[in-house]
């Protein structure tokens, strides 16, 4: 393969350029956005192009938070986001928060395509289950990894240092210092030792 002339890598070089340029200044635009509609942004933290906030009003995020393209938060007013310092949420994710709370910790990395559920249908063996709802805050805590595609259901709480891995469904209380998989979610083993003798399954 013949190495590309010198003047092929300046004009990438200026491209590259130009595009960190443009994309910082989609940031800046977008930030101003949603701060003018009453979104609460702290310094350094960035909700990208594409985000939707329904109510900008009730979200706050920390220093250094950001809000990866095409998430949804799906706040009312009454409600209430907050993302804490250096807590990221990675594109794709869906916030159903109305009129509870999502609190999500400090230093908390959330992966693509994950849904928070603080309100949801729920079976009935009367009526109709679209109109029958629960609704209930939820909390991570701080120092948190919840991978690619997680389900967090109403009520759930995820403690301090806790991994969940990708596709899990949460409920209920997760506790400290565990990993947790499957569906729903159980503990695997201690962050940094050895596996349980039960499976995800639970045998």
Request: proline share 5%; aromatic share 8%; hydrophobic share 45%.
């Amino acid at each position: 393969m013949t190495k590309p002339e010198p003047s092929l890598s300046v004009w990438h070089q200026i491209v590259w350029f130009a595009l960190k340029v443009v994309w910082r200044l989609r940031q800046r635009v977008s930030n101003l956005k949603w701060q003018l509609l009453g979104c609460k942004i702290a310094q350094n933290a960035q909700v990208e192009p594409g985000v939707n906030l329904l109510a900008p009003m009730s979200v706050t995020l920390d220093e250094r938070a950001i809000l990866y393209r095409n998430s949804q938060v799906m706040t009312l007013p009454g409600g209430e986001f907050y993302l804490g310092r250096r807590s990221h949420i990675a594109p794709g994710a869906y916030l159903l928060v109305e009129r509870q709370q999502l609190w999500i910790g400090h230093h908390v990395a959330i992966g693509p395509g994950c849904s928070f559920f603080c309100v949801s249908n729920v079976p009935v063996s009367e009526g109709l289950m679209v109109d029958a709802r629960v609704g209930s805050d939820i909390r991570v805590g701080s120092n948190v990894f919840i991978g690619a595609n997680c389900v967090i259901l109403p009520g759930a709480l995820i403690e301090d240092n806790v991994c969940v891995a990708a596709n899990s469904v949460v409920k209920g209380t997760l506790s400290s210092g565990w990993v947790y998989a499957g569906s729903p979610a159980k503990a695997v083993k201690p962050i940094g030792g050895a596996e349980r003798v039960e499976n995800v399954a639970g045998l």
